[in-house]
């Protein structure tokens, strides 16, 4: 099989405006948060796809947006539930033993770490409900693609016929089971409803590098080529404010990657980057 990257590195983060005076660290922003970024890094180069088309780390970085958009809306104690949660849905999956030092809980299948996330999710949707219910739920439905997958594809469809940000995270998930299952009109369709959103939660670029794939695996050569050559385009192009090019990011990359694979005289067309200098000149 081919190694395919998927990493994307923009996320949307804006906070609420806080209900609450106090402010409160709880387990979760300590532990969860700092593994999300941890994770990002370790599974960097390696391609690995969970939850049916959903690249690891764009996984991780709707789990960051979740909690970052939940962190004012929600209880201390729902916060703290929902991330000891998060955290069983990411928990390592070996027959080995662990060190006897090793307080990590681990699991021999992902079949049993799903179900003991789902457990966990549904203890949160019952006993806290609200913002932090409702995102156990989006949770519990795409867990639930790995012990009943035609259960959790109905669950997501339910979600996805809602508003907010669940309902676009859900069609966002719902699209990759669709691609998985070749079903690639339909995947194409939500993936373009989400394009076409001023806020769909996740950056552009990553949905329209998915609208990319499905042309590609549709056997649309041209409309491949053009949807990945857009992408990369438009981030050699980019300038910070200070009118210098901005590092490509690795979705970026990965289209540019793709137009060089698929149309190698088209690829000559994207603007070469000058390398950084460590020294931030």
Do not use: C, H
Not at 216 to 226: F, L, S, T
Not at 233 to 260: E, F, I, N, Y
Request: charge should be neutral; proline fraction near 4%.
């Amino acid at each position: 099989m081919a190694r395919k990257k998927r990493r994307f590195e923009q996320l949307e983060a804006a906070a609420s405006t806080p209900q609450e005076k106090k402010t409160y660290v709880d387990p979760f922003q300590q532990r969860v948060i700092p593994r999300v970024e941890e994770a990002g890094q370790k599974l960097a180069g390696k391609g690995r796809t969970i939850l049916y088309g959903i690249g690891a780390l764009v996984l991780l970085i709707i789990i960051a947006v979740i909690l970052v958009r939940m962190m004012n809306k929600s209880s201390s104690a729902a916060q703290a539930a929902l991330g000891k949660a998060i955290e069983t849905s990411q928990a390592q999956v070996t027959d080995a033993p662990q060190p006897a030092t090793s307080t990590d809980k681990t699991y021999k299948t992902v079949q049993e770490r799903a179900q003991a996330a789902i457990d966990q999710f549904q203890q949160v949707a019952n006993q806290y409900g609200g913002s932090a219910g409702d995102k156990a739920k989006y949770f519990i439905a795409v867990n639930k693609l790995f012990v009943d997958r035609p259960a959790g594809i109905q669950d997501l469809e339910q979600i996805a016929n809602g508003s907010g940000d669940n309902a676009k995270l859900a069609k966002f998930a719902l699209a990759g089971t669709r691609f998985e299952d070749n079903r690639l009109d339909d995947a194409l369709a939500l993936y373009q409803e989400l394009a076409k959103m001023d806020d769909p939660i996740l950056a552009k670029e990553t949905i329209n590098f998915q609208i990319a794939k499905v042309y590609e695996k549709q056997g649309k050569k041209d409309e491949a080529v053009n949807a990945y050559f857009e992408i990369a385009k438009a981030a050699a192009d980019a300038k910070d404010m200070d009118g210098k090019p901005v590092r490509l990011s690795q979705t970026a990359q990965d289209a540019k990657d793709k137009v060089k694979e698929l149309n190698p005289d088209k690829a000559k067309e994207i603007p070469e980057q000058e390398p950084s200098s460590p020294f931030g000149d």
